[in-house]
């Protein structure tokens, strides 16, 4: 949530603050800043409310040589999306931008009588709390260590002053920033992803670490102004991983190649001829998985639904095994209670998430082994975790998540495999899973193949719709949720999920002309149940797709049937047509795909 920029080197600063912010548009895309600082002292601060392209115009006229300089896009908390709250702010020579909430500021802001505030951010609060230790005789460094002593809250800081234009110093308590290394060049960015092409080298700072960033090198200390030595990691993203190539969206181009992602998730994973799962990584021996008896899965949005629908194959695949699934954002103040021999499956996209952080630590804290699901490398999550699967699928650029679903579900699903191969239990069901997982990539090629136009001309038809219901029973009802929550973040239809044997309890008397409803249906011992909570659908004059693999007689408004052989996995298969469709009728309703308002990726702040 929110991206910063910087760097500080022999070219021009400009270019690359402004290519950063595009690359982190998806973090928050509310307003969007710059400052640079010449080498005779003078700050060139520009802001603009909106998209980085509204900054960019404000370039032509104010483009400065200086070498040193950084930038952020925000993602609103407090203050609306302005000029005058956008960062980066100000306070004497101090320039500073901030990701993650100072909770304090209020009661900070009492004492800063010297400084009229001019935004409604807690991020001024602390330029200025900064600016007030900041005087002729002290470092920069030293000034903003002392702010930070104050502070309660979470942060990632990047801060300048005009006074000194040969450092930028950095923070970090809760929210990530990763310094890359260049030849006589420094950059700053929270996300790796505004470094490709820039550096491969890069320092991923700790909570409570504070750097001073020059053009020739990176010194680490901490809040007690005491030297840590630096690790130096290589970021392995590509270019083409960050590009659109081709696609008309970065959300199309997630959906389409979840083939390939998915190909690699599995590999070196499964193998299919020995029947055999095996996740490096988790750092359990064939012991400790055998022991398992309870998984606790965490997550939020999404992920929190790709582990609802791994809880149900977890239960298929490895007798008397409990699982339970929560969300991160309530788990976290719930005086939960977690049975001996419990493993945590903590399932993130971004590895950021405070939500979901939050809970990783409070499990470490009452020692649970946790394991990470999760795609970005050397995210604090990844970090933090005592084990765990990077699921390789890329990164996702679009804010609405949807690879990393099929990728984590089935990740899950491996992880069940191998507990119930330790266990040697369920193995008819095993052996079947092992299969389906193999086959699943091309399942979902052929869904996107064969299925795109026909998706997208029924979404054209429906998206004139103010509300939808998503429907489905067992595995499908996590797959129910997650097809609406897609629906509504992008296209703002409001649509909600349901268990399917729920809908009569309540929602049902929803159903009228300005609702369509979404029904999933598999072909298996619970399709005539499926057919009777359509049938209520029906008869009370819904507007009713079907979207099913089965090939048996479905009475709806429009039947999509999936040719899929699978059985087990086609809940994946039928969540890449959800996908399409949710694509396609917010394509069709003009709305910005990528970028949907309100919203931002990585999610660090509560
Ligand atoms: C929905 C979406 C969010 C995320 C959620 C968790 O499309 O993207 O619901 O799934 O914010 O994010 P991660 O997986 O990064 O922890």
């Not at 680490?220 to 130096?232: E, F, H, M, T, Y």
């Not at 394991?371 to 990844?382: D, F, K, P």
């Not at 079907?546 to 999936?562: G, M, W």
Request: charged share 20%; net charge negative; proline share 2%.
């Amino acid at each position: 949530m929110c991206g910063i920029v910087g760097c500080i080197g022999k070219k021009e600063a400009q270019p690359y603050l402004i290519s950063g912010l595009h690359r982190l548009e998806y973090r928050g895309y509310d307003s969007a800043g710059i400052v640079t600082i010449s080498n005779d002292n003078k700050a060139t601060l520009l802001r603009a409310k909106g998209k980085v392209s509204s900054l960019e115009s404000l370039i032509g006229k104010n483009t400065s040589k200086d070498t040193i300089g950084i930038g952020h896009t925000r993602w609103a908390t407090h203050g609306e999306p302005s000029e005058t709250n956008a960062h980066p702010h100000q306070s004497g020579n101090v320039y500073l931008v901030h990701n993650g909430i100072i909770e304090n500021y209020k009661e900070l802001k009492t004492s800063l009588k010297d400084h009229v505030f001019k935004s409604q951010t807690d991020t001024e609060v602390l330029a200025a709390l900064v600016n007030s230790f900041y005087n002729n005789d002290t470092e920069l460094v030293d000034a903003v260590t002392q702010a930070l002593q104050l502070v309660v809250g979470t942060y990632g800081i990047a801060v300048v002053s005009a006074r000194n234009p040969d450092e930028i110093i950095v923070a970090r308590s809760g929210s990530p920033l990763i310094i890359g290394i260049g030849d006589d060049e420094t950059y700053i960015a929270s996300d790796a992803s505004a470094l490709i092409g820039y550096t491969t080298q890069a320092i991923y700072l700790n909570d409570g670490e504070i750097a001073v960033c020059r053009r020739d090198g990176v010194k680490l200390r901490d809040l007690a102004a005491q030297p840590i030595s630096a690790q130096v990691e290589t970021i392995e993203i590509d270019m083409q991983a960050i590009q659109k190539q081709g696609y008309d969206h970065f959300l199309l181009k997630e959906i389409c190649e979840q083939p390939v992602t998915l190909r690699s998730t599995l590999s070196g994973r499964v193998n299919v001829e020995d029947e055999l799962v095996k996740l490096g990584g988790l750092n359990l021996t064939v012991e400790e998985i055998r022991d398992i008896e309870h998984v606790t899965i965490i997550g939020c949005g999404t992920a929190y639904y790709a582990g609802l629908l791994g809880s149900y194959y977890l239960e298929q695949l490895v007798d008397g095994l409990t699982v339970d699934v929560a969300m991160a954002s309530e788990l976290r103040y719930r005086s939960f209670h977690l049975p001996k021999k419990t493993v945590a499956l903590v399932i993130s996209q971004s590895g950021e998430t405070a939500d979901t952080l939050a809970c990783l630590r409070e499990l470490k804290r009452r020692g649970v082994k946790t394991l990470g699901i999760i795609i970005a490398v050397g995210s604090t999550i990844a970090r933090e975790v005592d084990g765990g699967v990077y699921v390789h699928a890329g990164p996702e650029i679009s804010v609405a998540s949807t690879k990393a679903f099929t990728s984590q579900a089935v990740t899950i699903t491996m992880f069940g495999v191998q507990i119930a191969q330790a266990k040697g239990s369920g193995a008819k069901d095993v052996a079947k899973f092992i299969k389906e997982l193999d086959q699943l990539p091309n399942e979902i090629e052929a869904v996107i193949n064969n299925y795109k136009d026909r998706i997208a001309d029924l979404a054209k038809r429906y998206a004139h719709y103010e509300h939808a219901i998503f429907f489905g029973r067992d595995t499908l009802y996590p797959v129910a949720l997650e097809g609406a929550l897609k629906l509504k973040e992008i296209s703002y239809i409001q649509a909600e999920g349901f268990a399917a044997g729920e809908l009569k309890h309540g929602p049902i008397a929803l159903v009228d002309d300005t609702f369509f409803e979404v029904a999933l249906i598999l072909d298996n011992w619970l399709f005539d149940k499926s057919l009777s909570g359509l049938a209520e659908v029906n008869a009370r004059g819904g507007h009713i797709i079907a979207i099913t693999n089965s090939k048996k007689q479905i009475d709806a408004e429009e039947v999509l049937v999936i040719d899929t052989k699978l059985d087990l996995l086609a809940p994946l298969v039928l969540n890449v047509a959800q996908q399409l469709f949710a694509y396609y009728v917010t394509v069709a309703k003009g709305f910005d795909v990528d970028q949907p308002r309100n919203l931002a990726k990585s999610v660090t702040v509560e």
